[in-house]
């Protein structure tokens, strides 16, 4: 009967420090994201409105993009502890676990939060000055 060396009972410690922070990096992003939504977002749907700018002129994924900043900006509160929660589960699950398989997981979620915070980003940033520079080249034009 063979037996396993100590080392194996558990993820080594600078992989469960690797993990954690990876996890509180993907936090931080999608914190910067929430901030976006809540905060910024907003801004733009009053410059539309200022603007007189009709709903209906607006591509739609911009008019889902303000639909969804409204939401966020009423209930920040709930998203922005709800994402602590679940980092701070993450990080204990990965410092009270014995298995290698959770310091992975928490590693790969964080590295695709950690990457996909600029896209999502990109994106929104698209969305927001889409219609504004379609209004500036009408108001050049006429």
């Known amino acids: 009967m063979t037996t ?10 600078g992989a469960q420090v690797g ?5 509180l990096l993907g936090a931080a992003g999608w914190l910067i994201i929430l901030y976006v939504l ?3 977002i907003p801004r733009f749907a009053e410059i539309y409105a200022k603007f007189k700018i009709p709903e209906d002129a607006l591509p739609v994924s911009t008019q ?3 639909s969804i ?9 709930l998203f922005g502890f709800g994402w602590l929660g679940v980092t701070a589960g ?5 410092l009270r676990g014995r298995w290698k ?6 590693s790969i979620l964080g590295g695709i939060s950690v990457l996909s915070t600029p896209v999502i980003l990109g994106a929104v940033v698209f ?5 504004l520079v379609d209004l500036i080249k009408q108001v050049n034009q006429g």
């Open 4 to 13: 396993l060396p100590a080392r194996s009972e558990g993820p080594s410690r």
């Open 19 to 23: 993990a954690i922070v990876l996890a």
């Open 38 to 40: 809540a905060f910024i």
């Open 64 to 66: 889902v993009l303000c």
């Open 69 to 77: 900043g409204l939401v966020v900006q009423q209930f920040w509160y």
């Open 90 to 94: 993450a990080v204990l699950w990965v």
């Open 101 to 106: 398989h959770r310091v992975l997981v928490v």
């Open 127 to 131: 969305n927001l000055f889409l219609p």
